[in-house]
Protein backbone atom coordinates (compact mmCIF):
# COMPACT_ATOMS: atom_id res chain seq x y z
CA UNK A 1 0.00 0.00 0.00
CA UNK A 2 1.00 3.50 -0.98
CA UNK A 3 1.57 5.98 1.53
CA UNK A 4 0.54 9.49 0.05
CA UNK A 5 0.98 11.53 3.55
CA UNK A 6 3.96 13.64 3.58
CA UNK A 7 6.97 13.03 6.06
CA UNK A 8 9.74 15.41 7.10
CA UNK A 9 13.17 14.23 5.73
CA UNK A 10 15.49 11.99 7.96
CA UNK A 11 17.47 13.24 10.61
CA UNK A 12 21.13 14.32 9.21
CA UNK A 13 24.54 14.18 10.79
CA UNK A 14 24.82 18.05 9.76
CA UNK A 15 21.58 20.34 9.98
CA UNK A 16 21.06 23.80 8.80
CA UNK A 17 18.37 25.64 10.90
CA UNK A 18 15.77 25.90 8.24
CA UNK A 19 15.46 21.80 8.43
CA UNK A 20 15.32 21.85 12.15
CA UNK A 21 12.54 24.71 12.14
CA UNK A 22 10.51 22.52 9.21
CA UNK A 23 10.89 19.38 11.54
CA UNK A 24 9.41 21.88 14.41
CA UNK A 25 6.74 23.30 12.50
CA UNK A 26 5.71 19.24 11.30
CA UNK A 27 4.64 19.20 15.08
CA UNK A 28 7.12 16.22 15.45
CA UNK A 29 7.52 15.68 19.31
CA UNK A 30 10.14 13.27 18.73
CA UNK A 31 13.39 15.35 18.47
CA UNK A 32 15.48 17.32 21.68
CA UNK A 33 17.43 20.30 21.67
CA UNK A 34 20.63 20.57 23.64
CA UNK A 35 22.65 23.31 24.00
CA UNK A 36 26.27 23.24 25.24
CA UNK A 37 27.45 26.48 25.70
CA UNK A 38 27.99 27.80 29.07
CA UNK A 39 24.65 28.91 30.99
CA UNK A 40 25.43 32.70 31.13
CA UNK A 41 25.26 32.44 26.94
CA UNK A 42 22.49 29.98 27.33
CA UNK A 43 20.59 32.66 29.53
CA UNK A 44 21.57 35.40 26.88
CA UNK A 45 19.82 33.25 24.25
CA UNK A 46 18.76 30.14 23.24
CA UNK A 47 16.51 28.05 20.41
CA UNK A 48 13.09 27.97 22.31
CA UNK A 49 12.99 24.52 23.69
CA UNK A 50 16.80 23.38 23.99
CA UNK A 51 17.72 22.46 26.80
CA UNK A 52 21.29 23.45 28.13
CA UNK A 53 23.49 20.95 29.46
CA UNK A 54 27.29 22.02 30.02
CA UNK A 55 29.81 20.18 27.47
CA UNK A 56 31.88 18.66 30.65
CA UNK A 57 28.58 17.35 31.90
CA UNK A 58 27.01 16.08 28.61
CA UNK A 59 27.28 12.35 28.14
CA UNK A 60 26.16 11.80 31.20
CA UNK A 61 23.35 13.83 31.90
CA UNK A 62 21.88 12.45 28.44
CA UNK A 63 22.44 8.91 29.04
CA UNK A 64 19.72 9.52 32.28
CA UNK A 65 16.71 11.48 30.43
CA UNK A 66 17.00 10.16 26.34
CA UNK A 67 16.68 6.58 24.79
CA UNK A 68 19.67 6.04 22.95
CA UNK A 69 17.78 6.15 19.49
CA UNK A 70 16.08 9.61 19.91
CA UNK A 71 16.99 12.11 17.81
CA UNK A 72 19.13 15.02 19.35
CA UNK A 73 20.30 17.94 17.51
CA UNK A 74 22.85 20.01 19.36
CA UNK A 75 24.86 23.28 19.03
CA UNK A 76 27.73 24.81 20.81
CA UNK A 77 29.22 28.29 20.71
CA UNK A 78 30.99 27.15 16.89
CA UNK A 79 30.55 24.59 14.57
CA UNK A 80 33.50 22.89 16.09
CA UNK A 81 32.41 22.72 19.67
CA UNK A 82 29.10 21.20 18.01
CA UNK A 83 31.08 18.77 16.42
CA UNK A 84 32.82 17.90 19.62
CA UNK A 85 29.76 17.31 21.06
CA UNK A 86 28.01 15.23 18.55
CA UNK A 87 31.07 13.18 18.55
CA UNK A 88 30.72 12.35 22.28
CA UNK A 89 27.18 11.30 22.00
CA UNK A 90 27.73 9.17 19.24
CA UNK A 91 31.06 7.27 20.89
CA UNK A 92 28.47 6.84 23.86
CA UNK A 93 26.18 5.05 21.16
CA UNK A 94 23.54 7.61 20.70
CA UNK A 95 22.86 6.89 17.07
CA UNK A 96 20.91 9.89 15.89
CA UNK A 97 22.71 12.96 16.38
CA UNK A 98 22.55 16.32 13.94
CA UNK A 99 25.21 19.02 14.35
CA UNK A 100 22.80 21.88 14.27
CA UNK A 101 25.39 24.06 11.59
CA UNK A 102 26.08 27.97 12.90
CA UNK A 103 24.11 27.10 16.67
CA UNK A 104 22.40 29.99 17.36
CA UNK A 105 23.52 33.03 14.94
CA UNK A 106 22.06 30.81 12.35
CA UNK A 107 19.23 30.39 13.71
CA UNK A 108 19.00 34.18 14.19
CA UNK A 109 19.81 34.83 11.00
CA UNK A 110 16.37 32.98 10.07
CA UNK A 111 14.47 34.94 11.99
CA UNK A 112 13.52 32.27 14.13
CA UNK A 113 12.53 32.85 17.73
CA UNK A 114 14.94 32.72 20.51
CA UNK A 115 14.63 32.52 23.98
CA UNK A 116 16.42 35.23 26.65
CA UNK A 117 16.69 36.18 30.21
CA UNK A 118 16.83 32.94 32.21
CA UNK A 119 18.13 32.53 35.77
Known sequence: ??????????LQPKSRADELKYRLDWGEPA???????DRKDFNTSHIVGAIPI???ELVERIEQLLERD??????????????????K????GFTHVSELRG?????QAFGYPIESGWV
Open 54 to 56: PLG
Open 1 to 10: MLNFLPTPPP
Open 103 to 107: GVAAW
Open 89 to 92: LREA
Open 31 to 37: LTIIDVR
Open 70 to 87: RDIYIYGNSDTETADAAE
